[in-house]
């Protein structure tokens, strides 16, 4: 018996494994990563460095539907990263570089904007999928840098939506895989 659970074990846990980042530097505190759908924008924010030109305000954080860092490339859907900074100031001048695919006109494969995070609140960073051009398959990373030092560097594996209509289909968007 002792055998077959250690058997179990071993198949299923690289399945069930919690999300991690790749690297978190002393100055953040906690960190949360996940899948989302996307929340409803209060309004946008000017992020020149971005191929949409904005960056989404929300009113509030949304909930995660997943801990998990494989993403269905499908309109709704989104992922990213709730943070807080050790410092109760939390840390301003933070900048957040998405790494992905080649996209767009000119098969850009970063984007960045600057923001913060908050030490007692702490932060939500996330990219949405709003775009055809932004559904792309294939690694995806964010980084949050201060002062030339990465804060954490997080990734992401997008995939088709037939390969996740588990999350595909959770944010309403079915018809992305008939």
């Given at each position: 018996?002792?055998?077959?659970?250690?058997?179990?074990?071993?198949?299923?846990?690289?399945?069930?494994?919690?999300?991690?980042?790749?690297?978190?530097?002393?100055?953040?505190?906690?960190?949360?990563?996940?899948?989302?759908?996307?929340?409803?924008?209060?309004?946008?924010?000017?992020?020149?460095?971005?191929?949409?030109?904005?960056?989404?305000?929300?009113?509030?954080?949304?909930?995660?539907?997943?801990?998990?860092?494989?993403?269905?490339?499908a309109?709704?859907?989104g992922?990213?990263?709730?943070?807080?900074?050790?410092?109760?100031?939390?840390?301003?001048?933070?900048?957040?570089?998405?790494?992905?695919?080649?996209?767009?006109?000119?098969?850009?494969?970063?984007?960045?904007?600057?923001?913060?995070?908050?030490?007692?609140?702490?932060?939500?960073?996330?990219?949405?999928?709003?775009?055809?051009?932004?559904?792309?398959?294939?690694?995806?990373?964010?980084?949050?840098?201060?002062?030339?030092?990465?804060?954490?560097?997080?990734?992401?594996?997008?995939?088709?939506?037939?390969?996740?209509?588990?999350?595909?289909?959770?944010?309403?968007?079915?018809?992305m895989?008939?």
């Amino acid at each position: 018996m002792k055998h077959w659970l250690t058997i179990f074990c071993l198949i299923i846990a690289p399945k069930v494994a919690a999300a991690q980042a790749d690297m978190v530097s002393t100055e953040i505190a906690e960190i949360e990563i996940g899948i989302l759908c996307a929340p409803d924008t209060i309004t946008t924010s000017p992020a020149p460095d971005t191929l949409a030109g904005i960056t989404h305000v929300v009113d509030e954080p949304p909930n995660f539907v997943s801990n998990g860092q494989v993403v269905p490339a499908a309109f709704g859907v989104g992922f990213g990263v709730r943070s807080r900074a050790l410092r109760a100031e939390g840390l301003d001048n933070v900048t957040i570089v998405i790494t992905h695919p080649p996209m767009g006109d000119n098969g850009a494969t970063t984007q960045s904007y600057t923001t913060g995070i908050g030490g007692d609140g702490g932060s939500f960073t996330f990219y949405q999928f709003d775009y055809a051009y932004e559904l792309q398959t294939g690694p995806w990373t964010i980084t949050a840098m201060r002062n030339d030092k990465p804060l954490y560097t997080v990734s992401f594996d997008v995939v088709a939506p037939e390969n996740r209509p588990d999350l595909a289909s959770v944010c309403g968007y079915v018809d992305m895989l008939s």
